[in-house]
C-alpha cells in the first residue's frame, strides 16, 4: 500500500504564496523558505515537514530584497538561486551575517554557474551549499541540519566528524541510488587529517622511533621543510588518477581530499588560485559532496579560504602552511623511497 503525503495546514490554497503553515501536531525546528519555483516551494516544505522542522514560511526570492529585515530569523533557512544576479548576491550576504548573529542554520541551493558568487558572499554562518540538488541532496542536508542541532557535531572529535562525514555520503550514494530506481519505473580507523608523530607536531611524540627528538633534553628538533615537488610531476600524478575512470566505475576510486590536495600543491608551486569551482571539478566528485569535504577539510586545518582583494564577492581556496608542510614532506619521502628501490 502507497504511504500517504504529509498532510499540511496550509494558510492558502498556494502553498507558495508567503503563508505560514506548519503539519499538524509537529514542533519541531522553524523553517523559511525562499524559491523562485512554486513546485520546488511546495517539495522544500513537504520534505521538512516530514523530517519534523515546523514550515513558518515559503516565499519567492524577492522578499529577501525588500527593505528592512524581519525582526528575527528561524532557527533553519532554506535559499534556493540557480541564477543570481548582485541584488540577489547582497541579500545572501546580509542573511550570511544575520543567521551568523542569531545562530540560524542556512541551507543555500545554486548552480555551479553561480557557485563562485554564492561561495564568495557565504563566509560567516557556515552554510551548506548544495549545487543543483536532488531531492535526495536536499534531504541530507536536513539531517545534517538536524544533527548539528541536536548532537553537537562541532565538538565531536576528528575521527568521529570524518567517520560521520563518509556516513552522510554513502547515505547520499544511497539514496541517489534509490531515487535512480523509482525513477526509472563509528569507526575506529584513525583520522586522514590527523598530524600526530608528524615532524614538527607539538604533541605526543615516540622519543625511540622519532629521529628529530633530541633525547638529551625535552624538545623536539624541527627539521627544514623540503620544497614543494614539481608541479609537472603533480600534474602527471593527477592525469594518472584520472586515467583509471576510461576503465574502471569512478566511485570505485573516489578520494576526493587527495585529489584536492594534489591540485591545490601544484597550484601553489604554480602560483596560481584556486577557485571553488575549479576544486570541485578537480575532487571528481560531485560538487555538493566536494564542499562537504571543502568544510571538513577547512576545519581540520588543511584548507584555508582566501578573499579576492580586488572583487569581495569572490573567494579561493588555498592549502595551509601545515597542509603544505605535509605535502612536501610526503613528496620528499616518496622520492626517498623511490630511490631505495633502485
Known sequence: MAQAAPQFEYGSDDPGSGQGFGSSGRSGLAVSIYADRGYLRAEMAEDAAAAGLRV???TDLARLLEPGDPPSLPELVLVDCPVIDGAELAALSRLDQRASKSGSHLVVSTSMGSLDEVFGCLDTADAQILVTPSRADRVIALGRVLARSGNRVRELSEEDRLSLLRLTEQ????????EQISSHGTSEAPSAFRFENQPGYAGKVDT?????????????VRASRPPLPDPRLVRKIIRQRQLRARFFEGDLFADPAW????????????????SVTSLCIASGVPPTTALRWIGQMTDAGLLQRVDDETDRRRAFITLTDKAADAM????AELGASATNLI
Do not use: C, N, W
Request: glycine share 4%; proline share 2%; aromatic share 6%.
Open 171 to 178: 547515505v547520499s550514494q544511497i539514496a541517489h541510488k534509490l
Open 259 to 274: 585529489d584536492m590536495l594534489l591540485d591545490l600543491t601544484a597550484a601553489r608551486v604554480e602560483h596560481v588560485r584556486v
Open 328 to 331: 612536501a614532506r610526503y613528496f
Open 56 to 58: 513558518a514560511q515559503t
Open 208 to 220: 625511540k622511533l622519532d629521529p628529530q627528538f633530541d633525547g638529551g633534553s625535552d624538545r623536539l
